[in-house]
Nanobody, 123 residues
């Protein structure tokens, strides 16, 4: 029922920047908390960042804090992940996720997932 489509991935050199976008279908997007996850080859999927439905509360994991910023534009049904100072260890498939509850909770599984977009950082 709800579809999430990521874009903006690609290949960059270490120290470069990318902005990922996640466009959501449906008119209830503004009521969903949103999050980004990533998974590198041979590794478990890990949480990257999350944002509440109002955009007032955000979370980022320690390894990307200060480099990655999550934001949203509810009028455009879109959530963003601005990635600066990219490192080779950031290479992964990045996926967008949505929670029907308005606030992110690490104990709750996402209700919807995007297809993922590849981010490759070379050194």
């Amino acid at each position: 029922q709800v579809q999430l489509v990521e874009s903006g991935g690609g290949s960059v050199q270490a120290g470069g920047s990318l902005r990922l976008s996640c466009a959501a279908s449906g008119r209830t997007f503004s009521g969903y908390a949103m999050a980004w996850f990533r998974q590198a080859p041979g590794k478990e999927r890990e949480f990257v960042a999350a944002i509440s439905w109002t955009g007032a509360t955000t979370y980022t994991m320690d390894s990307v804090k200060g480099r990655f910023t999550i934001s949203r534009d509810n009028a455009k049904n879109t959530v963003y992940l601005q990635m600066n100072g990219l490192k080779p260890e950031d290479t992964a498939v990045y996926s967008c996720a949505a929670y029907s509850r308005g606030y992110y909770n690490a104990a709750i599984d996402p209700d919807y997932w995007g297809q993922g977009t590849q981010v490759t950082v070379s050194s």
